[in-house]
């Protein structure tokens, strides 16, 4: 717990003092690792998430991609799709990292999980590619699920996606009706040229 909080305040904290909360995150993961069964899921995806914290992606995508392959509830599919997306968004591999979030929203989704990260980093990266309209609903989730949850964090994080979102869709609505009004002058220009 006390590695996944300082994993944590290293996101919030992104520009300040993340290399030192990452460093002790790492160094309570390392701690935690010994307690869990060879073998375990637990095991096997927080050894992962240390290897991925200390940069090792390729040695994190290995041991995700292995627990990918086995047996997993809903809930550990989603915590491995999720992470392993973040591999392969590092990697510039964006199309197997938004399919991995997609699995991971709707392993969330399937487990009745109210964390938000999947989903918010769903919407994150559809709006990046302009699909506002499939963003819009991601994100709204993910702001329902952070308020259901209490996450402050999560919900600064989601509204500020979420007016990026709203702006690009009020652009969007703005120029469908100029491109409605210059139609209706054509086609009022045409009937009065008709008329004559």
Known sequence: LRGRYYYDLANYDYDNHSVGYDSKGSLNMDSALAFYPAGSFDATYYKGLLEFKRANIDSAEILFRRLLAGPLTDHQLALTASTLS???????NDQAATDLLITAAI???RASTKETFAIFNLAA????????HHASPCIETAIANAQFYGARQRKVQASSILSLIEDQRISAVEAQRRLLIQYAAVVTAFVIVLVF
Do not use: E, M, N, T
């Not at 990266?125 to 506002?132: A, P």
């Open 86 to 92: 973040g591999i392969y968004s590092q990697k510039g």
């Open 107 to 109: 392993a969330d989704i």
């Open 125 to 132: 990266v559809l709006y990046k590619k302009g699909d506002v």
